[in-house]
């Protein structure tokens, strides 16, 4: 099965794509995560998005394009995958579909601004391996330790509340005009995103056609 998470940034996309790759038993492809990784270690791609990544800017849909068609190529990605903030506008959901990738079903979490700008503020994220967490909703065992990998759980730069308010500008800019794109091919299911990490998930769930797997840890 392979999905896409549309959604505002905030919106959980990350923490619903990790919840559904374990469930599903694919792999969830955050070019977010990709490219902080690479900022990380200091790759020229690292170099070439840092500045526009702080800014709340969007990086150009060739570097964006290039990291996708190369993840989805590898081998786990076979039985499915879930990309989480890719597309993010519709010049890559038309490359994307011109690559030949073929989408199931399009899932946006639906949730207000004024949620959104008050869930960022409590986001952490794992240095280390990028695993996100929140202060309230999703804390860590222990305070500003990555429950996965033990690396630290750090604020992200781009979650600074001015930051927020321009990627928020962007999404709504940019990124929902996907939701027509994709309603017009009829794979988008819209998903209320305004309750628990538990909620959201059966909601995702209900939406794909995917029963709840009580074994999973
Ligand atoms: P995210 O972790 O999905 O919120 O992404 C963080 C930042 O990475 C965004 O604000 C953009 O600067 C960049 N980014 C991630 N995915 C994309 C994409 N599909 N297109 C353009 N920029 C992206």
Redesign the pocket.
């Known amino acids: 099965m392979n999905l896409i998470l549309l959604g505002a940034?905030g919106a959980g996309?990350?923490t619903q794509a990790e919840l559904l790759s374990e469930q599903l038993h694919i792999p969830s492809i955050?070019?977010?995560?990709m490219?902080?990784e690479a900022i990380r270690k200091e790759t020229q791609l690292g170099k070439q998005?840092k500045q526009?990544?702080d800014d709340?800017?969007?990086?150009?849909?060739e570097l964006?394009l290039s990291i996708v068609a190369e993840r989805t190529a590898q081998n786990d990605c076979k039985n499915g995958f879930i990309l989480?903030?890719?597309?993010?506008?519709l010049s890559?959901a038309k490359a994307l579909d011109a690559k030949g990738l073929q989408i199931d079903h399009v899932v946006s979490i639906e949730i207000d601004d004024d949620m959104i700008e008050l869930r960022m503020t409590g986001r952490r994220v794992c240095e280390k391996c990028g695993a996100s967490y929140h202060i309230t909703a999703n804390p860590t065992k222990v305070e500003g330790i990555c429950d996965l990998c033990g690396g630290e759980t750090v604020q992200r730069k781009?979650d600074a509340p001015e930051t927020v308010r321009k990627?928020l500008a962007?999404y709504h800019e940019s990124t929902e005009v996907l939701k027509e794109y994709y309603l017009g091919q009829q794979k988008l299911r819209l998903v209320d995103g305004k309750g628990s990490i538990e909620e959201t998930f059966a909601g995702i769930l209900a939406a794909i056609g995917e029963k709840y797997d009580h074994n999973q840890k």
């Open positions: 940034p996309k990350g955050s070019t977010g995560n490219l902080r998005v526009l990544m709340g800017q969007l990086v150009p849909d964006i989480d903030g890719v597309p993010r506008t890559q781009d990627r962007i």
